[in-house]
């Protein structure tokens, strides 16, 4: 038999098992991180931690008061360890640490940081993106002005060569990461790499790194790496204000109704302070107040997320045992196995993600669109879909693996019948 006639009966058989999934007539749905439901169950004691008449702190605060801009002690004092923060180097907000983002974007644009006075808005702004990354990022920083520079990823981080190459330029204020089980391959930053970043010359004197430590205490697996301490290698390297970190609690009780975190050197949180006086008087402590009852302590969010792990781990179980089990012996795919986090990363063969995507779609299986992995929607190879697993229940990630097995097999035959 000719290669030629060998992927024509490939393709026919992709063809076949294609058409056969999308006549079940399914709506699956693996474009979002979100928690389940069930995952969302597991803090419905959140809800009733606080009562009218138990409103004081343990260290005396009416929590329905006005002020308190930095959060509640009790709480930063229950993240602080686990984030590698000191405690008075930490600050507690509202729901979502986009808007921290967003807020200490918006300040250093406006006003300069506390590293350098020199408002970013006076001249062009550039940000590092590591790539494949999150489009959340990118849409804000773009939505503010900056050009977005996309940075390759290996197996410790970003590429440090290409990052310094870039940071030479001044107008370069600084670089994205997601240091711990990164949105969406899942890659985790290596201690070595962290300390490079944190040393790295840089021509803006107020170079930052916007440490987006979303999912430091999401690991899937009882043995897992620590959380890296970015504050003190960026001190020990003689630039303590280089990070600002955030984290939240949006995937650990309730994701519309967490708390925020933003970190960073003494200078920085003086400065987030300062700026966050001018548009609020303090955030919601209350809410603040339910997660100190409801955790406890830093064990008591270990706990908590033991549990999360034992609800998500089999659904990316069921991804990967798919991928292996279709694509094992075979070149057509590779992807990420992560120990934590919200997602799989799929690479293709180059130019059919999208084919996949559209496919998938069609059959019943909602993606995240080809190329938002990549700044400005635009991923050049057109190869990487992120998978999120964490939403629908088991039997529903089963049958989308399936689906997305039988697109990936079909768009791929395509290509290679084609030439």
């Known amino acids: 038999m000719s290669p030629n006639s060998e992927l024509q009966t490939q393709l026919d058989e992709a063809s076949r098992d294609y058409e056969e999934f999308a ?47 930095e959060g509640l002690v009790e709480l930063r004092e229950i993240f602080a360890p686990l984030l590698k923060i000191p405690t008075d180097q ?6 979502a640490s986009l808007t921290f983002m967003a807020q ?28 494949p990354g999150y ?32 940071a030479e330029d001044a107008s370069v204020k600084g670089m994205w990461l997601v240091p711990m089980y990164s949105n969406p391959t899942g890659i985790t930053i290596s201690p070595k790499r962290a300390a490079k970043l944190a040393a790295m010359p840089a021509a803006a004197s107020d170079f930052t790194l916007l440490w987006d430590n979303a999912y430091g205490v999401h690991h899937l697996r009882d043995e897992h790496v620590e959380n890296i301490d970015i504050l003190n290698l960026c001190a020990e390297a003689g630039n303590p204000e280089r990070p600002w970190i955030f984290a939240s609690t949006s995937k650990i009780t309730l994701a519309g109704a967490g708390v925020s975190f933003f970190g960073g050197g003494p200078l920085s949180v003086d400065w987030m302070k300062t700026n966050l006086g001018k548009i609020s008087i303090g955030p919601d402590k209350v809410n603040q107040l339910r997660h100190v009852r409801f955790f406890g302590d830093s064990a ?25 089990s279709a694509f094992g012996d075979s070149d057509l795919a590779r992807w990420t196995r992560p120990d ?14 999208d084919r996949v995507v559209k496919l998938a779609a069609e059959a019943g299986v909602k993606l995240t669109p080809a190329g938002a992995t990549h700044p400005y929607g635009l991923d050049p190879a057109n190869n990487v879909i992120r998978i999120a697993p964490t939403m629908p229940v088991l039997e529903e990630v089963e049958l989308a693996a399936q689906g997305l097995v039988a697109c990936l097999k079909l768009a791929s035959y395509e290509k290679l019948l084609a030439g």
């Open 23 to 69: 006549s079940r007539g399914l709506k699956l749905d693996i474009t979002r991180g979100k928690p389940s439901p069930e995952q969302l169950d597991l803090a419905g004691d959140l809800l009733t931690a606080v009562t009218a008449d138990d409103v004081i702190t343990p260290s005396g605060v009416d929590a329905r008061n006005y002020g308190g801009l």
């Open 135 to 166: 489009d959340r990022h990118f849409a804000l920083t773009e939505s503010l002005g900056f050009e977005l520079l996309s940075i390759p990823m290996d197996e410790e981080g970003p590429v440090i060569a290409e990052a310094q190459r870039l």
């Open 90 to 95: 930490l600050l507690a907000g509202g729901n």
């Open 104 to 131: 200490a974007l918006t300040f250093a644009t406006m006003h300069g940081t506390a590293a350098d006075d020199r408002p970013w808005g006076e001249g062009p702004r550039k940000l590092l993106c590591p790539v």
């Open 340 to 353: 934590g986090g919200y997602f799989i990363t799929l690479t293709t063969m180059e130019g059919i993600a």
């Open 300 to 324: 008591g969010v270990e706990a908590h997320m033991r549990k999360h792990a034992e609800i998500i781990a089999p659904k990316f179980d069921a991804v990967l045992d798919a991928l292996e």
